[in-house]
């Protein structure tokens, strides 16, 4: 079965900082790949997308960036850290339907 | 106008209720229709998934697709407190993107 892992699950970050957020997959290949922050009591925005290696979407202009260094590996990046990127930042994963199964979740606040 | 619309709520009903959750949405080029439970500090699950118009039951959960008035809704019968949680409804027209609602949140009372 497939499963999805993200880490850390918790981070605290001063303003100006860089962050590294990880989210890897098992149990398929070449799945599509979400990056998602949710801001408390909001919906989901979508900030990155990527159906394989090296081929990322975004959809959102901000201080945010993403990498696919491996096929079920996504990295979530910034140089510095806003205070307005505190959210809950979650990874999704997805084949040939639309279905997206998501991750545990990383709650980052930045002060 | 966003592309798909949800009360937020919170929706509190008494345990053993029915109850009726609601999204709307504006484009009608959306085929694919889902309902995801998310528990505080959780990531979303997915719970029922729904291609085109009609209805599709499982368990206590049902979804109903009516495209014509692009409305969609999720009934729980015999709702219990572990069913306290928020209830995002997301929906596509391509095989990449969901767009989402903003999501109910359910309080299911003792």
């Given at each position: 079965?497939?499963?999805?892992?993200?880490?850390?699950?918790?981070?605290?970050?001063?303003?100006?900082?860089?962050?590294?957020?990880?989210?890897?997959?098992?149990?398929?290949s070449?799945?599509?790949?979400?990056?998602?922050?949710?801001?408390?009591?909001?919906?989901?925005?979508?900030?990155?997308?990527?159906?394989?290696?090296?081929?990322?979407?975004?959809?959102?202009?901000?201080n945010?960036?993403?990498?696919?260094?491996?096929?079920?590996?996504?990295?979530?990046?910034?140089?510095?850290?806003?205070?307005?990127?505190?959210?809950?930042?979650?990874?999704?994963?997805?084949?040939?339907?639309?279905?997206?199964?998501?991750?545990?979740?990383?709650?980052?606040?930045?002060? | 106008?966003?592309?798909?619309?949800?009360?937020?709520?919170?929706?509190?009903?008494?345990?053993?209720?029915?109850?009726?959750?609601?999204?709307?949405?504006?484009?009608?080029?959306?085929q694919y229709?889902?309902?995801?439970?998310?528990?505080?500090?959780?990531?979303?699950?997915l719970?029922?998934?729904?291609?085109?118009?009609?209805?599709?039951?499982?368990?206590?959960?049902?979804?109903?697709?009516?495209?014509?008035?692009?409305?969609?809704?999720?009934?729980?019968?015999?709702?219990?407190?572990?069913?306290?949680?928020?209830?995002?409804?997301?929906?596509?027209?391509?095989?990449?993107?969901?767009?989402?609602?903003?999501?109910?949140?359910?309080?299911?009372k003792?």
């Amino acid at each position: 079965s497939q499963t999805i892992h993200q880490w850390p699950a918790t981070l605290v970050q001063p303003v100006g900082s860089p962050l590294s957020l990880e989210c890897t997959v098992e149990g398929t290949s070449n799945p599509n790949l979400y990056w998602y922050r949710q801001a408390a009591g909001r919906g989901l925005q979508l900030l990155f997308y990527s159906v394989g290696i090296g081929q990322i979407s975004s959809e959102v202009p901000q201080n945010l960036s993403a990498s696919r260094p491996q096929d079920r590996q996504f990295i979530l990046s910034s140089k510095k850290l806003l205070l307005s990127d505190s959210g809950f930042y979650l990874c999704a994963w997805s084949t040939s339907s639309n279905e997206q199964f998501f991750g545990p979740g990383t709650r980052l606040t930045v002060l | 106008q966003k592309e798909v619309e949800q009360d937020p709520g919170p929706l509190s009903v008494p345990e053993g209720a029915i109850v009726s959750l609601n999204c709307t949405y504006s484009n009608s080029a959306f085929q694919y229709f889902m309902w995801y439970r998310q528990y505080s500090r959780k990531g979303p699950e997915l719970l029922m998934y729904t291609y085109s118009s009609g209805n599709k039951e499982d368990g206590r959960f049902t979804a109903q697709v009516d495209k014509s008035s692009k409305y969609i809704s999720l009934f729980i019968r015999d709702s219990q407190p572990s069913d306290s949680a928020t209830y995002l409804c997301a929906m596509s027209d391509s095989n990449y993107q969901l767009i989402w609602g903003a999501g109910t949140k359910l309080i299911i009372k003792p």
